[in-house]
């Protein structure tokens, strides 16, 4: 089955740790994305990159970290100076960026609970 | 800075009934997403609209957009419970990049 992999599904972590996130695509998608979500609330990009070793900042970018050595995969990694890092993120997929080709398809997300 | 902006926030409707969620952006696109959001979960794609004008239609489910107006329903035909979940639109102002601004959701309920 083709599809995006988040792990872990839930992760908690101590305050002034730094955590990565997982997200691995096997639908041969170029471009992939990091979401982040609070409670009643849409979206927030944090991250995305269109090509393999090649990323962009997008809106809440402060405190995460992100690397694209493979096509399929593109973890996160959520850093000690994220202040409020607890959230739902998601992380997505899409086949190129234009048109259609930039239809988004997402992971089942992984919840991150920092104290 | 692009705005999105979604009304209801809120809306409880009966079985049967018909509505409209309206969602209004502040710059402008012709690439504007819907997505269904169920509690707890990820989000499913329901809709695509890439121009002026476009209508795409599943189920009971309808979206449109008027990029002039600036401006994408989401319309619900006669309402059942299996629709209850949060809906979000989402704009690409940079036609290049796919990068969404999402709006805030809006949170269906659909009582027997």
């Known amino acids: 089955d083709g599809g995006i992999t988040q792990s872990p599904k839930y992760l908690f972590r101590k305050e002034g740790q730094n955590v990565t996130l997982s997200c691995e695509q096997n639908l041969n998608h170029d471009a992939m994305y990091w979401y982040r979500q609070d409670p009643g609330q849409g979206l927030r990009l944090i991250y995305y990159?269109?090509?393999?070793?090649?990323?962009q900042k997008g809106d809440i970018a402060e405190g995460y970290s992100v690397s694209r050595e493979k096509k399929e995969s593109f973890p996160l990694t959520v850093t000690s100076a994220q202040k409020n890092p607890t959230a739902f993120y998601l992380c997505a997929s899409s086949i190129g960026t234009s048109g259609r080709r930039g239809e988004q398809y997402f992971g089942p997300g992984t919840r991150l609970t920092v104290t | 800075e692009l705005k999105v902006e979604q009304n209801p926030l809120f809306l409880s409707m009966q079985e049967g009934k018909n509505y409209t969620i309206y969602c209004n952006y502040s710059t402008t696109s012709d690439r504007l997403y819907w997505y269904r959001q169920d509690p707890g979960k990820s989000l499913e794609s329901l809709f695509v609209?890439?121009?002026?004008?476009a209508v795409k239609q599943e189920g009971r489910l309808m979206a449109s957009l008027d990029t002039k107006a600036r401006l994408s329903t989401l319309h619900i035909t006669a309402a059942v419970h299996d629709l209850s979940a949060t809906y979000f639109c989402?704009?690409?102002?940079?036609?290049?990049?796919?990068?969404?601004?999402f709006g805030t959701g809006t949170r269906l309920q659909v009582t027997l």
């Open positions: 990159s269109q090509i393999v070793n090649d990323f």
């Open positions: 989402a704009v690409d102002a940079t036609g290049t990049a796919s990068k969404l601004t």
């Open positions: 609209l890439l121009s002026n004008g």
